[in-house]
């Protein structure tokens, strides 16, 4: 049965209101009708079956009323919550990087900008592309039947990132950088996320196409983020966070 998502305000005691781009989509794509079944999702792990009351069909402002039959805890989330600090990668990449993240089940995604980041975005632009990203995350949580839909952050440049990891702590915080020769991903995964402390989140850090500088390195190390080695070979910055991502929910026992 399709899915679809309702903002926890457009629930209201028994009854529901769906409207927007959902609302379209049950009418004209699958064609429901009054009485008709539909399950939904309030984006905070809770599912509905719901019956359509009524339908209005008013051009530019489609509207789904519906009552709640039964509700349920939908128990899709990983135990480990992961936040991408993503560095935005050249052209559209970052779109396929937020699709896979939140298939994979990453919780937030922050895009960057570090001293190497080839692309920079005015404020207009940037606006638009986190409303982009905002809806191929909620496109992709729908389609993996996700519960909750992953965060896309408003982007900041590498030094606030480390600043916004700082307050959040306790967290398990790595970079990935490819002139690391002591910490491998897999140790360093292995003394925290399989040792028993999965619930701590862990934050990922990914460089651009041209890494990370020495100095960005320094400064992270220095806020307590671990440098780390994804191995011998160089793999490009949109599979980089995808990579670190898996190995950490197989680590945690989600994934697999
Ligand atoms: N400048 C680097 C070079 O050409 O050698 C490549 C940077 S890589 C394309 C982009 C990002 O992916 C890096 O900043 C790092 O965060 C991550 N990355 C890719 N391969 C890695 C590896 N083997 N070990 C650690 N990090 C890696």
Same mark, same amino acid.
């Given at each position: 049965m399709p899915h679809f998502f309702v903002s926890?305000?457009?629930?209201k005691g028994n009854e529901v209101l769906i409207t927007g781009n959902e609302a379209k989509h049950i009418i004209t794509v699958l064609r429901k009708r009054e009485g008709d079944k539909i399950d939904i999702f309030d984006g905070n792990g809770n599912e509905f079956r719901v019956r359509i009351l009524e339908i209005d069909r008013s051009a530019g402002l489609p509207r789904v009323k519906a009552e709640i039959i039964t509700q349920k805890r939908r &128990?899709?989330?990983?135990k480990l919550k992961i936040t991408l600090f993503q560095s935005i990668p050249k052209g559209n990449r970052l779109d396929f990087v937020i699709q896979k993240s939140t298939e994979i089940g990453i919780s937030e995604i922050v895009p960057i900008t570090t001293e190497r980041t080839i692309v920079r975005l005015d404020c207009k632009r940037i606006k638009q592309r986190v409303l982009r990203w905002q809806k191929i995350a909620r496109e992709a949580a729908k389609q993996s039947r996700r519960s909750a839909i992953p965060k896309v952050c408003p982007v900041l440049d590498f030094s606030q990132a480390l600043k916004e990891f700082s307050a959040k702590k306790p967290w398990m915080g790595i970079i990935a950088w490819e002139?690391? &020769?002591?910490?491998h991903l897999r140790k360093v995964l292995r003394s925290s996320v399989g040792g028993?402390?999965?619930?701590?989140p862990l934050a990922i850090f990914i460089g651009p196409e041209g890494g990370f500088t020495p100095e960005e390195v320094e400064e992270a190390r220095r806020a307590g983020v671990v440098p780390v080695s994804l191995g011998s070979r160089i793999l490009r910055s949109e599979t980089a966070g995808l990579v670190v991502a898996i190995v950490a929910l197989y680590e945690s026992r989600d994934l697999g």
């Amino acid at each position: 049965m399709p899915h679809f998502f309702v903002s926890p305000k457009d629930i209201k005691g028994n009854e529901v209101l769906i409207t927007g781009n959902e609302a379209k989509h049950i009418i004209t794509v699958l064609r429901k009708r009054e009485g008709d079944k539909i399950d939904i999702f309030d984006g905070n792990g809770n599912e509905f079956r719901v019956r359509i009351l009524e339908i209005d069909r008013s051009a530019g402002l489609p509207r789904v009323k519906a009552e709640i039959i039964t509700q349920k805890r939908r &128990e899709t989330e990983p135990k480990l919550k992961i936040t991408l600090f993503q560095s935005i990668p050249k052209g559209n990449r970052l779109d396929f990087v937020i699709q896979k993240s939140t298939e994979i089940g990453i919780s937030e995604i922050v895009p960057i900008t570090t001293e190497r980041t080839i692309v920079r975005l005015d404020c207009k632009r940037i606006k638009q592309r986190v409303l982009r990203w905002q809806k191929i995350a909620r496109e992709a949580a729908k389609q993996s039947r996700r519960s909750a839909i992953p965060k896309v952050c408003p982007v900041l440049d590498f030094s606030q990132a480390l600043k916004e990891f700082s307050a959040k702590k306790p967290w398990m915080g790595i970079i990935a950088w490819e002139m690391e &020769e002591k910490n491998h991903l897999r140790k360093v995964l292995r003394s925290s996320v399989g040792g028993g402390i999965s619930r701590l989140p862990l934050a990922i850090f990914i460089g651009p196409e041209g890494g990370f500088t020495p100095e960005e390195v320094e400064e992270a190390r220095r806020a307590g983020v671990v440098p780390v080695s994804l191995g011998s070979r160089i793999l490009r910055s949109e599979t980089a966070g995808l990579v670190v991502a898996i190995v950490a929910l197989y680590e945690s026992r989600d994934l697999g």
